[in-house]
């Protein structure tokens, strides 16, 4: 079992940076999911881990070993990727035993792990298929079987479960969960969906333009997001922004205000939040409420989703800009209805303000 | 039923149309008049009406006879022999030319033969110009189907490689297929020339001059292969593209876990990147097969068959029958026998090759 640290990693396509510093410690036993949108560089730098991607600068330790130079095969990894990498010609039995055919094991070695990781992943009727007979879902499970079969300190996996429908991702994210139970191996998982990242992760690394955005704890980052793109990031529907000016600041908390947004004191803990006379204003959609009086913003519904467990309501302020309410029960609301919202002031968060291209970005990515 | 191949697309027959028809001129007609033919005495021009002659093609050229010729003997039994002491046989022509003792040698003649004891073994042939040309055109096939394949496969795999400047290195491997076969033929006469060509030049200089130069083309032992090189040399580029295409077509992602897996670069081979070949190996072979079956330009510009018809092969020998000697009926049956060889192996490489 291993450690992973990546110290100040770097990594440059000729005159292209694409990861700019990053600097992660994962503890041995870890599921650490790197999220962030497409092209910020999570999986590049999961392909620099596992030795597929030079590392143009830094260091890289895997089990207190600097394994810059080290080739893929000796880093005690596994890997499993989005389009499975099984081998088409080679039944479920070979593909699982490949690494120890190449390292010419035994038959009795082999016959032993591969009915271990058949036992492990409850694959064991598979064995005699050829990959062209099975499933998407059952492919992945004999690509993650072959990673067992290794026996390595890191499991890495790369969007593992995106060429999967929905109810079939479901199914293999609680079996990947299960998984980094019983083995309990460190694990680094790459993916953009959020709900993958929240349920599995251990530590969510969150990932920009090839910058690490945050470090934390799932819970951690939904409810103390350090920036305004973990805001927008992370949580469906992504939070609501507003601009705001700031009253007056005393201690951790400010009192802001805007023309659609009444005066309230919102937490002001975040540096930089409310140095300047106007602040970005996040309120999540699940932490406005509508109110008969008393209400912090007010507007008319354009639109209202009722999904049954929730209802989505799209409310248009006197700005002429648009915010999400996501209320935990099943309501009714008619367009060119007036509602007047009220929220938590706990809840509120204050950034440091950001320009609309700045929000879009944090609102789009988590899409 | 009205399928839908005969519903409101005549626009799509109409443009089909062209192909459609010059397809069935030049290919599907000729093909089964070579058939019909086959069956006949059909001359390129001739006064006489043609007339069905049932298989006679066929048995003129196919037909083969094994005959053992004892040695003469005098009155007390003992062989006779010559001033050589070489066993003396009683003339192969008394069996074969109207001995009605012997109708099944009528006409043939004597193909090859070998000692077993006293007595002589000889095969005789209808036609020995014929087997002669099914000889060379197997052997052709049999060693240039696979050093071509295997040789192009090399190439391909040394070009799908990312590095600087290796289009340079895929035009120039692709340039002969380009360049007329009849070109290229010419070229290689020159480089085969005895005396001074490029070859003996070459050959020379490497052994300072102690290579004796000799007539690459005009040698029954060395035509043929010299003329098998060449057609190497001059397809190698085309199956090397095809190779190619197969290559890229195993996903990268298949390789990156051979990696991390610790496979080295025969193991890759040997577990990723053949098996991934295998249906573009099935297609390969196929194709050389059947051009190296077809070879006929090389022969008719560099040797005309010779020397001693060592380098007579089937389409050769069609040509020439067909065109050379006006005996259309007898060019059309080694045209259908070349088909039904073609054919055969084919179907013999596909049930190899199969999925299992």
Redo the contacts between chains.
């Keep these: 079992m291993a450690d992973v640290r990546l110290k100040d990693i770097k990594k440059s396509y000729g005159a292209v940076d694409v990861i700019k510093g990053v600097d992660i410690d994962i503890e041995d036993g870890e599921f650490v999911v790197f999220v962030g949108p497409s092209g910020c560089g999570k999986s590049t730098l999961l392909r620099m881990i596992?030795?597929?991607e030079d590392i143009t600068a830094g260091t890289l330790e895997i089990g207190g070993r600097v394994v810059n130079d080290i080739?893929?095969?000796?880093r005690a990894?596994?890997?499993v990727?989005q389009?499975y990498?099984?081998?088409?010609?080679?039944t479920v039995r070979e593909n699982v035993a490949?690494?120890l055919?190449?390292?010419k094991a035994s038959k009795e070695e082999k016959e032993k792990k591969v009915a271990e990781a058949a036992r492990i992943l409850q694959m064991e009727h598979l064995l005699d298929r050829r990959p062209s007979q099975l499933s998407g879902g059952q492919r992945q499970r004999v690509a993650i079987g072959?990673a067992i079969v290794?026996k390595p300190e890191v499991f890495l996996f790369d969007e593992p479960l995106s060429n999967l429908d929905a109810a079939l991702r479901l199914d293999m994210r609680i079996e990947i969960g299960k998984l980094h139970k019983s083995l309990g191996a460190t694990m680094i998982y790459v993916t953009h969906d959020q709900v993958e990242a929240m349920t599995l992760a251990d530590k969510i690394v969150v990932l920009k333009d090839g910058y690490v955005q945050q470090v934390g704890a799932p819970m951690d980052l939904y409810h103390r997001p350090q920036n305004l793109f973990v805001a927008g990031f992370i949580g469906a529907p992504s939070m609501n922004f507003m601009d705001v000016s700031i009253g007056s600041k005393e201690g951790q908390t400010a009192r802001v205000h805007s023309d659609i947004v009444a005066e309230f004191a919102a937490p002001a803990w975040r540096k930089g939040a409310a140095d300047g006379p106007k602040a970005t204003l996040g309120i999540r959609p699940q932490d406005l409420h509508p109110v008969e009086e008393g209400g912090i913003i007010s507007g008319n519904v354009t639109l209202s989703e009722r999904l049954g467990t929730e209802t989505v309501i799209d409310v248009k302020v006197e700005d002429g800009s648009r915010i999400l309410v996501s209320l935990g029960e099943d309501a009714v609301y008619e367009p060119g209805q007036a509602i007047s919202l009220g929220f938590n002031p706990e809840r509120a968060h204050l950034f440091a303000p950001a320009s609309d291209a700045e929000k879009h970005d944090a609102q789009v990515a988590a899409e | 039923m009205a399928s839908k191949l005969t519903q409101s697309n005549r626009a799509g027959w109409l443009f089909a149309a062209p192909g459609v028809a010059l397809m069935t001129l030049f290919i599907i007609l000729p093909f089964f008049l070579a058939f019909a033919f086959s069956l006949t005495n059909q001359r390129l021009a001739s006064p006489n009406p043609t007339e069905y002659v049932g298989f006679e093609n066929y048995s003129d050229l196919l037909g083969l006879a094994i005959f053992t010729l004892e040695p003469e003997r005098d009155e007390g039994g003992e062989v006779l022999r010559d001033d050589d002491g070489e066993i003396e046989y009683p003339r192969l022509r008394n069996f074969t030319r109207n001995n009605p003792d012997y109708p099944n040698l009528q006409g043939k003649r004597e193909w090859f033969s070998w000692q077993s004891g006293e007595n002589r073994t000889v095969i005789l042939a209808s036609d020995v110009v014929f087997m002669k040309a099914l000889i060379n055109t197997f052997t052709f096939v049999l060693f240039v189907a696979p050093i071509q394949a295997g040789f192009a496969l090399c190439l391909a795999l040394l070009i799908n490689q990312k590095l600087r400047g290796i289009n340079i290195f895929r035009t120039v491997f692709f340039m002969p297929v380009v360049v007329s076969i009849v070109v290229v033929s010419l070229l290689w006469q020159f480089i085969y020339s005895p005396g001074d060509g490029l070859l003996n030049n070459v050959l020379s200089g490497l052994t300072f001059g102690l290579w004796e130069p000799r007539d690459w083309l005009g040698n029954t032992a060395t035509a043929l292969p010299s003329i098998m090189a060449m057609s190497i040399w001059q397809g190698v580029g085309f199956h090397m593209v095809i190779w190619l295409s197969g290559l890229q077509t195993i996903?990268p992602?298949?390789y990156?876990?051979?990696?991390?897996?610790?496979?080295?670069k025969w193991?890759t081979f040997r577990?990723?990147t053949w098996?991934?070949l295998?249906n573009t190996a099935v297609l390969i072979l196929i194709v050389i097969t059947m051009q190296a079956f077809a070879l006929f330009a090389q022969i008719d510009v560099m040797t005309s068959g010779g020397p001693l018809d060592s380098t007579q092969v089937l389409v050769f020998q069609a040509v020439e029958r067909g065109y050379g000697k006006q005996d259309i009926s007898g060019g059309s049956t080694i045209s259908v026998i070349l088909f039904v060889i073609v054919l055969i192996i084919s179907l013999i490489q596909r049930y190899l090759t199969r999925e299992r």
């Design positions: 596992a030795g597929l080739p893929a095969a000796q990894i596994a890997m990727f389009s990498a099984i081998f088409p010609h080679m490949f690494g055919t190449i390292a072959r290794r | 996903s992602t298949l990156e876990a051979a990696e991390i897996e610790g496979s080295n193991q577990y990723v098996p991934g295998r």
